[in-house]
């Protein structure tokens, strides 16, 4: 099964950036990539997801300010989060999702997660 490691997490000012890596055991071109976010106190959300061909979701709250991308080539898959805010703090995990049947099944996995903070 696919593994992912995030990292790139740490503490950062108001208004700065941060770029998450997440590296994949293996080849991640048929897989739907994304990033959610667990803020302290609240539910888990979507960040940003990206589908095998590269069409790109946002959630409201970051659009603008966060981009998702990835490199079939390295099985990586990156957010970098610019203007940051307070709000942004969270754990911030990596997902892989692929349909493994034609019934619509489907398998994924998630990172350890990576913790982000905001403050300053």
């Known amino acids: 099964q696919l593994q992912l490691e995030e990292s790139g997490g740490g503490l950062v000012q108001p208004g700065g950036s941060l770029r998450l890596s997440c590296a994949a055991s293996?080849?991640?071109?048929?897989?739907?990539m994304g990033w959610y976010r667990r803020p302290p106190g609240k539910r888990t959300e979507l960040v940003a997801e990206m589908t095998p061909v590269g069409r790109i979701d946002y959630s409201d709250s970051v659009k603008g300010r966060f981009t998702i991308s990835r490199d079939n080539a390295e099985n990586t898959v990156y957010l970098q989060m610019n203007s940051l805010k307070p709000e942004d703090t969270a754990v911030y995990y990596c997902t892989a999702e692929i349909v493994t049947g034609q019934d619509g099944s489907t398998w994924s996995g998630w990172g350890q997660g990576t913790q982000v903070t905001v403050s300053g």
């Open positions: 293996s080849d991640i071109s048929h897989y739907f």
